[in-house]
């Protein structure tokens, strides 16, 4: 029971090391940035940095969203091909008709089902790591030479080896 809680306690430990490590990286590649951006990287001053975050990738960025919403459009389609198909039969055709009426039933059962799936694989995935994100709030000097407060959100790549954009927090 003692080694058990002994692992545990080193598996903690290693675990806050590691976020400490992405923090500690995440927050020098910023003030590498933000000294090669700045008007008077001298005048910088920072206030505070947020916590390091994973930015996954989203369901919608995957080949299976693709493939699913493929099979929805053209399942969609032939929806539309049946409405046109059905409206010329009701005047030729009532057998006809009831397999066109069929068949369209099968095809908004489809289209239903992919649309459910793409909901529901939307809600649930959890994709790669596709980089960080940390906020930042620091007093530098602007273009005019005015100090201001900024706040901003730097996203950084998935190897934490560099900034790959900013935006201003409002």
């Known amino acids: 029971m003692k080694m058990i809680k002994n692992l545990l306690l080193i598996s903690t430990c290693l675990l806050m090391a590691s976020c400490a490590s992405k923090q500690q990286k995440a927050e020098k590649l910023v003030k590498s940035y933000l000294d090669s951006h700045l008007s008077d990287p001298a005048s910088y001053d920072a206030v505070s940095f947020g916590d390091v975050d994973t930015v996954f990738k989203?369901?919608?960025e995957t080949k299976q969203?693709?493939?699913?919403?493929t099979a929805n459009i053209a399942?969609?389609?032939?929806?539309?091909?049946?409405?046109?198909?059905?409206?010329?039969?009701?005047t030729t055709s009532k057998m006809a008709?009831?397999?066109?009426?069929?068949?369209?039933?099968?095809y908004e059962a489809d289209t239903s089902a992919l649309s459910?799936?793409?909901?529901?694989?939307?809600?649930?995935?959890?994709?790669?790591?596709?980089?960080?994100?940390?906020?930042h709030s620091y007093h530098a000097k602007n273009a005019s030479g005015s100090i201001v407060l900024r706040n901003t959100q730097f996203r950084l790549d998935s190897n934490l080896t560099a900034v790959v954009g900013a935006q201003d927090l409002k």
């Not at 008709?97 to 099968?106: I, N, P, V």
């Open 58 to 60: 989203r369901f919608a």
């Open 65 to 69: 969203y693709d493939s699913l919403k």
């Open 116 to 135: 459910k799936t793409i909901r529901s694989n939307e809600l649930l995935f959890k994709g790669p790591i596709k980089g960080w994100v940390i906020a």
């Open 75 to 90: 399942a969609k389609q032939k929806v539309d091909k049946i409405n046109d198909t059905l409206m010329n039969l009701i």
């Open 97 to 106: 008709y009831m397999e066109a009426l069929k068949r369209q039933m099968k």
